[in-house]
């Protein structure tokens, strides 16, 4: 079975702290995302990766940064973190090849809090 | 941008009855996706349908395919209460069919 993990379930944290979100896959899949997720609003894409070192906006990058260092890890990190980032956000990864290429494979989520 | 609009927002059934859910898109599309995520969790992938296939089943599930409506349905029948959960639909982007764009949802809630 394809796993992907976050590092935390729930966090909390303060205004301008540096906050970093950890998702580990381990079915080798190329592209890796991170999505939050607000009411009313669905997904939204925040950035994308195809590859290790590559990485791609997406609709809301504003905020966050990526870093992809291993095929298997995608970090998110909030520079200085505010209370509209209050969110849940998720990890997914999918192949770029094959008959169902496209289907993404999402980790948990982790709830995060700015107070 | 939201390419996936889901109708209705929310539904309420008893164990037993059919529950029907509607996507409609905006652009051309590769495949279309439906997901289903229990609260507070992840999404989990049920079924995809290619562009060129109207309809498409799954154990429960029924999937149905319009493109020239630009639209899609799915069927869950005979619901169960763990059936409840929201479902997505999501289409590939049109310019990187390596990215999903998904719709709002539709909650869905099963009443024993």
């Known amino acids: 079975d394809v796993k992907v993990t976050q590092s935390s379930r729930y966090l909390v944290k303060r205004t301008g702290e540096k906050v970093f979100l950890e998702c580990v896959q381990d079915?080798?899949?190329?592209?890796m995302f991170w999505y939050r997720q607000d009411p009313g609003l669905g997904l939204r894409l925040i950035y994308f990766?195809?590859?290790?070192?590559?990485?791609e906006k997406g609709d809301i990058p504003e905020g966050y940064s990526v870093s992809r260092e291993k095929k298997e890890r995608f970090s998110l990190i909030l520079e200085s973190a505010s209370t509209n980032q209050t969110s849940m956000y998720l990890c997914?990864?999918?192949?770029?090849?094959?008959?169902?290429?496209?289907?993404?494979?999402f980790g948990p989520g982790t709830r995060l809090t700015v107070l | 941008s939201q390419q996936g609009e889901e109708d209705p927002q929310a539904l309420s059934i008893q164990e037993g009855e059919n529950a029907t859910m509607n996507c409609s898109y905006k652009?051309?599309?590769?495949?279309l996706q439906w997901y289903r995520q229990n609260s507070g969790r992840g999404l989990v992938h049920l079924i995809l349908?290619?562009?060129?296939?109207r309809e498409k089943h799954s154990g429960r599930l029924r999937v149905t395919l319009d493109t020239s409506k630009k639209s899609s349905s799915l069927l869950i029948t005979a619901s169960r209460a763990a059936d409840t959960a929201s479902y997505f639909c999501a289409t590939d982007a049109p310019y990187n069919t390596d990215k999903l764009i998904f719709g709002t949802g539709t909650r869905l809630q099963v009443f024993p």
């Open positions: 079915m080798d899949h190329e592209n």
């Open positions: 652009t051309s599309i590769n495949n």
């Open positions: 997914a990864s999918s192949w770029n090849w094959g008959e169902n290429y496209n289907e993404q494979f």
């Open positions: 349908i290619r562009s060129n296939e």
């Open positions: 990766s195809y590859d290790v070192k590559m990485k």
